[in-house]
């Protein structure tokens, strides 16, 4: 009997491995990981709008990303302009102090921080956000949106989208027509202005304005910076300087402001505001 018993067991036991050896070999386990998510890419010349969700409106910051792997880093050009006016802009070009804005991406993740000068000091904003679609700039190009907040107690939402040019690559030239007037002495009839600029390597710009109707100033030899869908412009033998704002993404108005240095020969210390048209629509992509 004890023989039948043990029979029995050594049985079972055969029985049992061999069906988890058919089972084992039947059921493959899968122990690859899933594929990683390509960073995606945030380069080229861009454009911010940072809403506040607190009452303090929107502030646009115009800037040109240069892309490392998963990080990057905007042009120390950079300008920073309170509900977009000219007149009110941050940045080196603006204002003398460079304004720098970092960031990582991560997948489709994105994280970018700028600081800010302000009256009561630097405002540092952090944003987070992700990619959107679709993308409105060149393929390689990426359009972003998320939330930020900053060191003085504001937050609000973001969205970053790739600018489109402004202005005709040379030998080509864009006409821009409008008038200006002066803020500290403002003339009943506005000056007007005809600009002819033509964009170069790296976002040079260069050209020349003719101004009637002005008492101080009949015409620029103009050179300057694309930066983002605005610009900015300089005159060094008159000692000008302009910043010119689209009114809205792929816009052909702009508004802009301008001033001479206090050592100016023509016009010296004068500054105001002006508004310009372009002929010149930017290229879809």
Known sequence: MRGIFLFAATFLVAVLAAGCSSMNSSTPVNNSSPPSIPNATITGQYDLTLTSMNGHGTTNIYTSFTQMGATFTGTGNTLACPSNDPSKCQGQDASGV???????????????????????????????????SPATGPANETN???TYADTVGDSGTWTAVPANPQVSSSPSVTTFSGTFNSTAKPLLIAPTIVMNLGEGASSDLTGNATVTNSPCISSLSLSGQAIGAAFSLSDPANKASLIVLPV??????????YKFDSTAPSCAGDFGLGVLTSNYSPWDY
Do not use: R
Not at 98 to 125: F, K, L, M, Q, R
Not at 248 to 257: R, T, V, Y
């Open 98 to 132: 460079s304004i720098t804005p970092n960031g990582t991406v991560s997948g489709t993740n994105v994280t970018i921080v700028i600081s800010i000068p302000t009256t009561a000091g630097a405002d540092t904003v952090t944003m987070t956000g992700t990619t959107t």
């Open 248 to 257: 809205s993404l792929g816009s052909s108005n702009f508004n802009f402001s």
């Open 144 to 146: 972003f949106a998320g």
